[in-house]
T-cell receptor, first 110, second 115 residues
Framework: KQEVTQIPAALSVPEGENLVLNCSFT??????LQWFRQDPGKGLTSLLL?????REQTSGRLNASLDKSSGRSTLYIAASQPGDSATYLC?????????FGKGTRLHILP | DTGVSQDPRHKITKRGQNVTFRCDPI?????LYWYRQTLGQGPEFLTY????????KSRLLSDRFSAERPKGSFSTLEIQRTEQGDSAMYLC?????????????FGPGTRLLVL
């Protein structure tokens, strides 16, 4: 059974710092991995999608990496801003099932 | 606005009542997903459609839950005889699967409170 774990559950960092969010999964036979952002009481916004054959994806200040063999992905956020405060979720897809982690609540201190 | 929309955004009901939620996906998307999310948890997969065909159902989807996508466009999720444990955010997502690539786009969700 696929399990997705995100550590830490919560993180507070001063504005301007670079930071890394972690995601691990137990079954490496995944189709892809997706990182999402969720603001309180809202739906999810897709940030980056990494296919199983890819190692990383970049969008602006965000960089996501994927190491399938070790069952890990990281989301790197450069030069953090208060507007980055949100919950960040990773989700892995195998066949038709998508399994989410519980997320990391990120708070950027002004 | 061409994103995924959900209606209603909030629903309060009494235990035992039936409720129905609607999701309108992005128009050209062939896949539509339903998820349930409770506080402090990630979304849990419930079911998904490829066009009008319901291809996968989670064990979380008890007999009281039913979903339809009659014309391969909008979808409805009905919960019969609601229980307090059904209180959650119900999220809908749509995607277009092309060349093995697929990104899901989520709606704002319907927050259900069962009293």
């Amino acid at each position: 059974k696929q399990e997705v774990t995100q550590i830490p559950a919560a993180l507070s960092v001063p504005e301007g710092e670079n930071l890394v969010l972690n995601c691990s999964f137990t079954d490496s036979a995944i189709y892809n991995l997706q990182w999402f952002r969720q603001d309180p009481g809202k739906g999810l916004t897709s940030l980056l999608l990494i296919q199983s054959s890819q190692r990383e994806q970049t969008s602006g200040r965000l960089n996501a990496s994927l190491d399938k063999s070790s069952g890990r992905s990281t989301l790197y956020i450069a030069a953090s801003q208060p507007g980055d405060s949100a919950t960040y979720l990773c989700a892995v897809r195998r066949d038709d099932k998508i399994i989410f982690g519980k997320g990391t609540r990120l708070h950027i201190l002004p | 606005d061409t994103g995924v929309s959900q209606d209603p955004r909030h629903k309060i009901t009494k235990r035992g009542q039936n409720v129905t939620f609607r999701c309108d996906p992005i128009s050209e998307h062939n896949r539509l997903y339903w998820y349930r999310q409770t506080l402090g948890q990630g979304p849990e997969f419930l079911t998904y459609f490829q066009n009008e065909a319901q291809l996968e159902k989670s064990r979380l989807l008890s007999d009281r839950f039913s979903a339809e996508r009659p014309k391969g466009s909008f979808s409805t999720l009905e919960i019969q005889r609601t229980e307090q444990g059904d209180s959650a955010m119900y999220l809908c997502a749509s995607s277009l699967e092309q060349d093995g690539k697929e990104t899901q786009y989520f709606g704002p969700g319907t927050r259900l409170l069962v009293l």
